[in-house]
């Protein structure tokens, strides 16, 4: 069984910066594609970048473009969200997820808290 563990979720002011993380028990095949997603309170769960271990490959909802990177580190078996220019209206819960492919997320985290203030 494959464990997703996120932190570096906070409270920071719109404007800052916060790096999540993700830690992955153990790479399979289950754990080839990594990816965030966020939930907001009364909203559905949306998708907000994804990471292939393989390559350099990556993608982001236009609404974090340019403000959020993801990346990972292969030694660590750990991926980061690094969000910067944060708004309020990224406040969420950040949720780390896996799977063989993109959108077949298999594996997710417990999600970490991410609030910003105006």
């Known amino acids: 069984q494959v464990q997703l563990v996120e932190s570096g979720g906070g409270l920071v002011q719109a404007g800052g910066s916060l790096r999540l993380s993700c830690a992955v028990s153990?790479?399979?095949?289950?754990?080839?594609?990594m990816g965030w997603f966020r939930q907001a309170p009364g909203k559905e769960r949306e998708f907000v970048a994804r990471?292939?271990?393989?390559?350099?490959?990556?993608d982001c909802a236009d609404s974090v473009k340019g403000r959020f990177t993801i990346s990972g580190d292969n030694a660590q078996n750990t991926i980061y969200l690094q969000m910067n220019s944060l708004r309020s209206e990224d406040t969420a819960v950040y949720h780390c997820?896996?799977?063989?492919?993109?959108?077949?997320?298999?594996?997710w985290g417990q999600g970490t808290q991410v609030t910003v203030s105006s």
């Open positions: 997820a896996s799977g063989p492919i993109a959108g077949s997320w298999i594996y």
């Open positions: 990471m292939n271990w393989s390559d350099d490959n990556t």
């Open positions: 153990r790479r399979s095949l289950g754990t080839k594609v």
